[in-house]
């Protein structure tokens, strides 16, 4: 079906739910204490607000396929409230955009379901699921079995206090296999109060402007340059089943397309986003988006600086493996919580290695110290080597670069 007869069928299904009596109105309210201008940014401090879209699209992928269809979120953060919906249809990115906040900010983080417009005949709900967040109110948990589903055209403002910091992950909790495996995942994580803290000789081991991974209490998680990394992969077979309205192929899933925030080698070392899919109107790709994969994986830093890994596995099929040829990889952290007890007295348990492995759904921190180490490209790569390809291309995959300048 071209995209201009599912657009049609659209519009003939929203005028037959306003012929049955049913409310069709798109309703988005977005909370955000603050926000003066109408673009769901707060003028006050310590108040964060972040807005977002669920919807469909379409992604490049690094074989040279102009359109995947995938659902996702996008970035509305800024965009008038008013024209939101409008901005997050067809607006689907992968991976999702990046949430950072600091510990103890009051989070506002709104949802606004911008509806399947190549699908048309689909009226499926989202939710954002902080994976790990320690929450009080399960109303803003996302599982849709004890908290709120947002239907299309509508939205729902969630809120937290972070006070776990560390690499956390988000999803849609809606129908959580098909979603998460159609691409509606991103990266989370939250900064310690301990970067805030005043320099001074009572602290000798803290200097302004020093970052951490953790409330270490002796400067033992001290970064220089962050990367989050996002492991994912895709069945491109169970998304043209989506895009072509077959029966989803669940037990028969197979991801050939294996990815580092939402990209294959050679497109993770590309420092800029990746072009929206062609417009084409026949095969549907058609994308709101300036891209639909606007993260970068390319690690760079300065000789002797330290490097964070915020490393996630967001997959729904198997455990992957990373490894860094020639670097040792420190793992400060897992799950959200730092490998060391309380205090500067606390016992470090952080540990040498040179590769991990995760499952789906888990998180780890990893320092690489560079001091010492030679200026050059290191490669960081899976070890299940089959992945090590964007679908039935070789050489590419889950592999990205590490330059030390």
Known sequence: MSFARRYLLTLLITAGL???????????NVQCPGDTT????????????KHLSGSDGF????????????????????????????WGTLAAQFAAPTLSFKEGDKVY????????????????????????FPNAGTVYDGEPDGSISINPSSSLTYYYEPVEVG???YHC??????????????????????????????????QAGNKYVYNDGDGSTRYDVEFPLQIGSMDPVFHDASNT??????ANMKDTYAMLNGRGYPDTVNPAPLPAPVEKSDAGYLSANTSSNPISSLVQAQAGQKILLRISNLNVTRFYTLSAMGLTMKVVGTGAHILKGLGPSGFPAYYDTNSVTLGGGEAVDVIIDTTGVAPGTYMLYTTNLNYLSNNTEDFGGMMTEIRIL
């Open 59 to 86: 992604m490049r992928m690094a074989d040279g396929r102009a359109g995947l269809y995938i659902f996702g979120f996008s970035d509305l953060t800024g965009r008038p409230i008013a024209e939101s919906l409008s």
């Open 167 to 169: 690499t956390f992950i």
């Open 173 to 206: 909790h809606v129908e959580a296999t098909e979603h998460m495996q159609m691409g509606m995942l991103g990266n989370l994580y939250v900064t310690p109060k301990q970067n805030d803290l005043p320099p001074g000789p009572s602290i000798p081991w803290h």
């Open 18 to 28: 306003g012929l049955s009596g049913l409310n069709a109105e798109a309703v988005v």
């Open 245 to 250: 309205v077959q029966v989803l192929p669940f």
């Open 38 to 49: 109408g673009d769901g940014v707060s003028d006050t401090p310590g108040i964060v607000c």
């Open 109 to 132: 983080v709104t949802l606004s379901n911008a509806g399947t417009v190549n699908r048309p005949d689909l009226f499926d709900p989202h939710s954002v699921h902080w994976h790990g």
